[in-house]
């Protein structure tokens, strides 16, 4: 069974800094795009940051140079640094993987943490 667990969500001040991690089990994702999503109270889910298994990373535009997406391959981890943090970052982070790259939709959710920021 694939699972793929988040760590890392909590409280902060705005300006902030948090550290959002994501293990995946029951399969290796190293030849497979993994990604985050967030979704805030009554929004729809949203890309926030995705990264292809070679390093290639993307972002969306209101957490570009804020965010940095990376992942160890090794380890089956991806990760999510984010920096500089507003409140309207607030919301539930989702990690997310492909089954296969050559399809749009991530097949694999985790669970997702809670990122509240206070201004």
């Known amino acids: 069974q694939v699972q793929l667990v988040e760590s890392g969500g909590g409280w902060v001040q705005a300006g902030g800094s948090l550290r959002l991690s994501c293990a995946a089990s029951?399969?290796?994702?190293?030849?497979?795009?993994m990604g985050w999503f967030r979704q805030a109270p009554e929004k729809e889910r949203e890309f926030v940051a995705g990264i292809s298994w070679h390093g290639w990373s993307s972002y969306a535009n209101s957490v570009n140079d804020r965010f940095t997406i990376s992942r160890d391959n090794a380890e089956n981890t991806v990760a999510l640094l984010m920096n500089n943090l507003k409140p309207e970052d607030t919301a539930v982070y989702y990690c997310a993987a492909k089954g296969d790259d050559d399809l749009m939709e991530y097949e694999y959710w985790g669970q997702g943490t809670q990122v509240t920021v206070s201004s």
């Open positions: 029951g399969r290796t994702f190293n030849r497979n795009t």
